[in-house]
């Protein structure tokens, strides 16, 4: 990271992209998170207002999207919005295996497939670890086999760390889906520098503690230096902190509103906290 007030992220109105490291391929550093947020059940209302997320979402330069069968009825409204959307080619498919047994692994995946409607998913991430070994040898095999691009673990809040950190070490992993904000940044002592190190992205959830960072930052006003990196809210410059970290490689923050998701994506443009503004962003919200 550069000194001086702030550095550029790219050329004016150009939005920020990081490689996925073992393939080269770029994704938009800010993606589509989907835990609570797309879980609506049948309800045609709730399920149309997503879908105007997901348009937003593409229409602003987005790639990745994120689910997991863990996340109730969201694979199926993602599918239901890629369908309105006559299945937009932009899309990069990211979802997870979440089942203890690994023989029902495969079942599991074949099954969020479809409820996405997609041939096949970018990314599959073996979520929180849970049955990890057996579900690795599937997705490796997957990837072999052309059937998967990349393959991830997930963790989130700080979970099983270092046995996290060992599988990131033994295993040729593509990404690592990680949680890290302007106050949970325990990953930035070990796990970043260690996916530098193996050449694995690197996901970030949570980047708003699930909204309740923007919620109690919301009755602050927003200090200087905030128009120092073009930031007109909190959440623009809590997600510019988050990518202003040269190891992140996407941000996938959450929302259910058509202005949230623009404006979402648009902290991947224009000027990023260097690290001196990063060290007094950190002082001024730890402070609130």
Sequence with gaps: MTGGRG??????GTALMRPIHSTGLMMPAVGLGTWITFNVGND??????????????????GRMIDSSPMYGSAQMVVGRGLDALGRPQAVYAADKVWIS???????QIAQSRALWGVPQFDLMQVHNLR???????????MKAAGRLTHVGITTSEGRRHDTFEQV???QPLDTIQITYNILDRAVEDRILPLARERGQAVIVNRPFRQGALTRRLAREPLPGWAAEIGAGSW?????????????????????TRVDHVRENL????????????????IADVEAI
């Design 235 to 255: 959440a623009k410059a809590l997600l510019k902190f988050i990518l202003s970290h040269p190891d992140i490689t996407c941000a996938i923050p959450a929302t």
């Design 44 to 61: 045609p209302e709730a399920i149309a207002g997503c879908t105007a997320v997901m348009k937003a979402f593409f229409e602003a330069g």
């Design 101 to 107: 047994s690994g023989d029902d692994g495969p079942d």
């Design 168 to 170: 990131m070490a033994s």
């Design 266 to 281: 648009d902290a991947a443009r224009g000027p990023l906290p260097d690290a001196a503004l990063r060290r007094r962003m």
């Design 131 to 141: 049955g990890w070994e057996a579900h690795l040898e599937t997705l490796f095999a």
């Design 7 to 12: 550095r550029r992220a790219a050329a004016a």
